[in-house]
């Protein structure tokens, strides 16, 4: 299975960037590499996705490492809603269409 | 555009009670997958499904069943529930697969508790 590694929670202050990392060194050659957040009781959002070369939206930024075995989402400048779980998301299984979220980052953003 | 709507958003059960959730989209979406998120934890795939016809298992599938018939539903069943299956339950659509640069798109969840 491929597998996302992301640490469990990170701290930012308001108005800073913040790095949130993912480690997927058993992804599979062509698999796009997808980001979600949650925020409290609420479903999981899209944020941005990528497949090799750095992507920006406007929420974010998706910097993708050279071999595609990690990959760090940027907010560029956190706010209090940004505080939430960020999910790191890759395919289940090479050959099925299951995909699985890891456990996730939980983004804290002091005022 | 309504999304992935589920209902009900909030529902009691005793235990051994059988009960479905529904899930819609109308968006046109071949994948669907039904997720379960207990307290502090991450979202645990249930049962997923890739078109009207198809459906398999995912993580977590025991005490659960599934069944696509049309393209835009997508119910959960109970089957006996248990105190265990007490968790907020998300389903989720795409138009493909995720692995293809697909968007999901989730429902708000349905809050469950089995007593």
């Known amino acids: 299975d491929a597998k996302t590694t992301q640490p469990n929670s990170m701290e930012s202050n308001e108005e800073e960037p913040v790095h949130l990392p993912c480690n997927h060194s058993?992804?599979?050659?062509?698999?796009?590499i997808h980001w979600y957040r949650q925020l409290p009781s609420q479903g999981p959002e899209y944020v941005i996705h990528?497949?090799?070369s750095n992507v920006n939206n406007r929420m974010a930024s998706l910097a993708i490492a050279e071999d595609r075995k990690s990959s760090t989402l940027i907010l560029h400048r956190a706010t209090l809603r940004d505080a939430a779980v960020y999910y790191c998301i890759l395919r289940g299984d090479s050959g099925t269409y299951k995909y699985i979220f890891g456990t996730g980052t939980r983004l804290k953003v002091l005022a | 555009n309504a999304g992935v709507t589920q209902t009900p958003k909030f529902q009691v059960l005793k235990t051994g009670q059988s009960m479905t959730l529904q899930c819609a989209q109308d968006?046109?979406?071949?994948?669907m997958s039904w997720y379960r998120q207990d307290p502090g934890m991450g979202l645990r795939l249930i049962h997923y499904?890739?078109?009207?016809?198809?459906?398999d298992q995912g993580e977590v599938p025991n005490g659960y069943n599934v069944s696509r018939s049309t393209t835009e539903d997508f119910p959960l069943r109970l089957l006996s529930a248990a105190p265990s299956q007490t968790s907020v339950y998300f389903c989720?659509?795409?138009?493909?697969?995720?692995?293809?640069?697909?968007?999901?798109?989730f429902g708000e969840g349905s809050w469950l508790t089995v007593v």
């Open positions: 499904s890739v078109g009207a016809g198809i459906t």
């Open positions: 968006m046109n979406h071949e994948y």
């Open positions: 990528g497949l090799t």
């Open positions: 989720a659509s795409s138009y493909g697969p995720i692995y293809s640069g697909n968007t999901i798109y």
């Open positions: 058993t992804i599979s050659g062509t698999d796009y």
